[in-house]
T-cell receptor, first 117, second 116 residues
Framework: AQSVAQPEDQVNVAEGNPLTVKCTYSVSGNPYLFWYVQYPNRGLQFLLKYITGDNLVKGSYGFEAEFNKSQTSFHLKKPSALVSDSALYFCAVRDADSGGGADGLTFGKGTHLIIQP | SQTIHQWPATLVQPVGSPLSLECTVEGTSNPNLYWYRQAAGRGLQLLFYSVGIGQISSEVPQNLSASRPQDRQFILSSKKLLLSDSGFYLC???????????????FGEGSWLTVV
């Protein structure tokens, strides 16, 4: 079975400061890892993903995430936060070795990111 | 480019009434299709997925059903709604792969269902 943990319900950051949204995962095989963002009453928007290769992945809107296999983590980061980054962020995982089917992603419970002016 | 459309955007239905939420994808062929439910603005639960016309897999036992009458059309239904069916329903698609893949899942804008 696969699972994702986002240990913080909410993260508060001052505008202009760096931000980190934490994510840890559990899969039996190798992971495919994703980050999505959701604005109020909207669907989820894809930000970035790790499949293989470089552990540092760059995505939309200046976000990046670092895959750390030893710590089973995939934290989302941005060097300088904007008020417009305030939203709900989801980490998700799929087991790369599960094989067959069209298994959907397993999502964390989400982290509210609040950027204060 | 690919787009996904989902409707209606909001729906208020009485307990015991039927439900039909519809989703279509444009700009791609043979997609995998998904229905997720999001409760209380948080956790996403996979309800159904489909790898082809008429092929539906259910992830959780529930009061809902899904159908895929055409390649790019996915419908979520219920014969009799329960209060607990209220929530935010999201349709999604991904490129079909023959095995577990790194393909991204793309979401529609969602449908708010309130059962009263």
């Amino acid at each position: 079975a696969q699972s994702v943990a986002q240990p913080e319900d909410q993260v508060n950051v001052a505008e202009g400061n760096p931000l980190t949204v934490k994510c840890t995962y559990s899969v039996s095989g190798n992971p495919y890892l994703f980050w999505y963002v959701q604005y109020p009453n909207r669907g989820l928007q894809f930000l970035l993903k790790y499949i293989t290769g470089d552990n540092l992945v760059k995505g939309s809107y200046g976000f990046e995430a670092e895959f750390n296999k030893s710590q089973t983590s995939f934290h989302l980061k941005k060097p300088s936060a904007l008020v417009s980054d305030s939203a709900l962020y989801f980490c998700a995982v799929r087991d790369a070795d599960s094989g067959g089917g069209a298994d959907g992603l397993t999502f964390g419970k989400g982290t509210h990111l609040i950027i204060q002016p | 480019s690919q787009t996904i459309h989902q409707w209606p955007a909001t729906l208020v239905q009485p307990v015991g009434s039927p439900l039909s939420l519809e989703c279509t994808v444009e700009g791609t062929s043979n997609p995998n299709l998904y229905w997720y439910r999001q409760a209380a603005g948080r956790g996403l639960q996979l309800l159904f997925y489909s790898v082809g016309i008429g092929q539906i897999s259910s992830e959780v036992p529930q009061n809902l059903s899904a159908s895929r009458p055409q390649d790019r059309q996915f419908i979520l239904s219920s014969k009799k709604l329960l209060l607990s069916d209220s929530g935010f329903y999201l349709c999604a698609w991904s490129v079909r792969a023959g095995h577990s893949s790194g393909n991204t899942i793309y979401f529609g804008e969602g449908s708010w269902l309130t059962v009263v």
